[in-house]
């Protein structure tokens, strides 16, 4: 039972443009969000979260948005660059929960062209 | 400041073997998570210990078994090792267990092959 999805295993953008990543998931219990990032032989990084009360978060390059009603958060990059190329985890949680556990997706793989 | 530091980064075991694998979290944070991330997939979240206590277990069989020292790093432990438990092995740390801000910083990882 796949909790977070992403359906994009892999997307390609030129650098300079707009990269969009996508996710869904099925659980109206989750309440925060998180995407990281992963680089080859390195544990992933965290970028950027939000939480159900918000429905957008900017952090620099990266800005996070929320449709609570339709399950779907996606993660831009603008502008992107070379050094973006790396996996995209989606994860999600419960702010309330006992635990931090977080669900994650299956990952999106980001090339960005010079 | 360290950040999180898993040890060994790689090993290999053969099939039916224990393996111990072992975190130290960043300085300060008293949880830890261990996840382990198969190939094509993402981490999946085995169990979570905070001040010595195990706070939550994900869907693992009970060959997986953890615990956390009183200086807050953890160990994972795997028995009867089988081919399927090739992945590697993540370890995070956060400040708390779940209320508040649940962000969770990573280490490498542990390459574990079992053959």
């Known amino acids: 039972d796949q909790q977070v999805k992403q359906n994009s295993p892999s997307l390609s953008v030129q650098e300079g443009r707009i990269s969009i990543l996508n996710c869904d998931y099925t659980?109206?219990?989750?309440?925060?969000f998180l995407w990281y990032k992963k680089y080859p032989a390195e544990g992933p990084t965290f970028l950027i979260s939000?939480?159900?009360?918000?429905d957008k978060n900017e952090d620099g390059r990266f800005t996070v948005f929320l449709n609570k009603s339709a399950k779907h958060l996606s993660l831009h990059i603008v502008p992107s660059q070379p050094g973006d190329s790396a996996v995209y985890f989606c994860?999600?949680?419960?702010?309330?929960?006992?635990?931090?556990?977080?669900?994650f997706g299956t990952g999106t793989l980001l090339a960005v062209q010079p | 400041d360290a950040g999180v530091t898993q040890s060994p980064t790689h090993l290999i075991k053969t099939r039916g073997q224990h393996v111990t694998l072992r975190c130290s979290p960043i300085?300060?944070?008293?949880?830890v998570s261990w996840y382990q991330q198969v190939l094509g997939q993402g981490p999946q979240f085995i169990f979570q210990?905070?001040?010595?206590?195990?706070?939550g277990r994900g869907n693992f069989p009970d060959r997986f078994s953890a615990r956390q020292f009183p200086n807050y790093s953890s160990e994972l432990n795997v028995n009867a090792l089988l081919l399927g438990d090739s992945a590697l092995y993540l370890c995070?740390?956060?400040?708390?267990?779940?209320?508040?801000?649940?962000?969770?910083?990573f280490g490498q990882g542990t390459r574990l092959t079992v053959v």
């Open positions: 995070a740390s956060s400040l708390f267990p779940g209320t508040g801000n649940t962000e969770a910083f």
């Open positions: 659980n109206s219990m989750f309440d925060y």
């Open positions: 939000i939480s159900s009360i918000k």
């Open positions: 994860a999600a949680s419960r702010i309330s929960g006992a635990t931090n556990k977080l669900i």
């Open positions: 300085s300060g944070h008293k949880s």
């Open positions: 210990y905070y001040e010595k206590e195990e706070r």
